[in-house]
Nanobody, 115 residues
């Protein structure tokens, strides 16, 4: 079983930056894919970015070039560096990891970008 805990959310002005962290309870070395999702009020949850154990990444078009996903297997932690934030990035951000047939989600961290 895997437990995921996000941190690093907060309130920031447009154009600012935040770094989210997702700490896993156990080793993430054997988890192939991990990702970040977000859900804004009244909208469906959407994938923001994902990363493989080998370091391959892909991003939603809306964040490409502004957000960077990374992982540190030694620290059992995944990160999301968010730069040039926009008000439309306001959402609850969740980390996600499918592992051994089950889907694991963190509790979410709120990111609010003011204009």
């Amino acid at each position: 079983q895997v437990q995921l805990v996000e941190s690093g959310g907060g309130l920031v002005q447009a154009g600012g930056s935040l770094r989210l962290s997702c700490a896993a309870s156990g080793s993430i070395f054997s988890i192939n894919i991990m990702g970040w999702y977000r859900q804004a009020p009244g909208k469906q949850r959407e994938r923001v970015a994902r990363i493989t154990s080998g370091g391959s990444t892909d991003y939603a078009g809306s964040v490409e070039g502004r957000f960077t996903i990374s992982r540190d297997n030694a620290k059992n932690t995944m990160y999301l560096q968010m730069n040039s934030l926009k008000p439309e990035d306001t959402a609850v951000y969740y980390c996600y990891a499918p592992y051994r047939g089950s889907d694991y989600w963190g509790q979410g961290t709120q990111v609010t970008v003011s204009s």
